[in-house]
């Protein structure tokens, strides 16, 4: 598999999210002033989506249990202890393009 396009860049302007199918997979994409992000839309802790999970320029919120993850890297605060899935993202003119099978955590 390589990059899929998921979004223009003025669907996913500045503080903006979807969530996509890519392959087998649901993935998170978001925008935090103007770097763009994608997970594995499931909390490690209990499978969760992070669809209303709150965003800022560290990390992603599970609502469900408060569980943190870095948007670095993904790694948890507790709850979870395991990191979620982070993929590559790229920009192609004007839309935004996600590849699962390059995995950067």
Not at 8 to 22: A, C, K, M, Q, Y
Not at 54 to 59: H, K, T
Request: charged fraction near 25%.
């Amino acid at each position: 598999m390589a990059f899929e396009t998921v979004a223009s860049t003025e669907e996913l302007g500045p503080g903006n999210r979807i969530i996509v199918e890519v392959g087998d997979l649901w993935v998170i994409v978001f925008n935090v002033d103007g770097r763009y992000y994608a997970f594995e839309d499931r909390c490690t802790h209990d499978d969760g989506s992070f669809d209303s999970g709150s965003i800022d320029q560290q990390a992603i919120e599970c609502p469900r249990h408060g569980a943190r993850f870095s948007l670095e890297d993904g790694k948890p605060t507790m709850p979870a202890t395991k990191p979620v899935p982070r993929f590559a993202v790229r920009v192609e003119g004007q839309t935004v393009q996600v590849d699962i099978t390059q995995r950067l955590n």
